[in-house]
């Protein structure tokens, strides 16, 4: 039984689709053993009570500096027994320690074909409003492992999105969780759980 923990900072849909996509059995043999969160009226919290899940709020703010902020991160997952860290919306970048703790086992979804329109300042909107600056027909989402670069680790799954003509950034945003994010995430877990992707120390 792999044991996820899950960093959030928002709404949270990416974890919705996580939690309905292992609730309906789609993905198998796993579990949701923690969501946190940085911010105490992130929605995403919500969610995970709804369904029963462990949810705690970590907030940087009560931590003397980056490294401790990360230790109690660390702390909190490792006494979870954590096995894949996956980030829904989370907002904070981690720290080396992090990274460190728990290499090649830290997965990411980012709204956009990376390498295009990824790396710092690309976060949220910024990323839609970016592309459709650019004027690119095809977008889309990527999983990727996090290392200690921005939207820099190994690409595991990437859904490209078509570009409408009189798209704004929100309603591109909305089309590329739809028909990207929601897909490709559940479906990078469930390929990591059974082994099609072998991660961190082999997937388990
Ligand atoms: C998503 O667009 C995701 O790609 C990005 O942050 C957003 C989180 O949305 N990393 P939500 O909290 O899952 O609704």
Same mark, same amino acid.
């Given at each position: 039984m792999l044991k996820i923990? @899950?960093?959030? $900072?928002?709404?949270?849909?990416?974890l919705q689709a996580i939690i309905d996509r292992i609730e309906d059995g789609y993905i198998p043999d796993c579990k949701i053993v923690s969501v946190v969160s940085n911010k105490k009226d992130a929605y995403a919290l919500e969610r995970a009570k709804r369904h029963n899940i462990q949810t705690t709020v970590i907030s940087k703010k009560d931590y003397e500096n980056e490294e401790l902020y990360n230790e109690? &991160?660390?702390?909190?997952?490792? $006494?979870? +027994? %954590? +096995? &894949?860290? @996956? &980030?829904?919306?989370?907002m904070v970048v981690l720290g080396k320690n992090f990274i460190k703790a728990y290499q090649n086992r830290i997965i990411n979804i980012h709204p956009s074909l990376i390498p295009s329109f990824c790396g710092k300042g690309f976060y949220g909107l910024k990323v839609h409003q970016a592309a459709l600056k650019r004027g690119v027909k095809i977008t889309g989402a990527t999983v990727h492992i996090v290392d200690e670069g921005t939207d820099t680790g190994p690409i595991l799954i990437q859904k490209a999105v078509? @570009?409408? +003509?009189? +798209? %704004?950034?929100?309603? &591109?945003?909305?089309? @590329?969780?739809?028909?990207a994010e929601w897909i490709i995430y559940p479906e990078a877990i469930k390929m990591i759980v059974q082994g099609q992707i072998i991660i961190g120390n082999g997937g388990k």
């Open positions: 923990g @899950v960093l959030v $900072s928002g709404g949270g849909t990416n109690a &991160l660390i702390n909190h997952f490792k $006494s979870k +027994d %954590t +096995d &894949l860290i @996956v &980030l829904a919306g989370f078509c @570009v409408k +003509d009189n +798209d %704004t950034a929100e309603i &591109l945003q909305k089309r @590329v969780m739809e028909e």
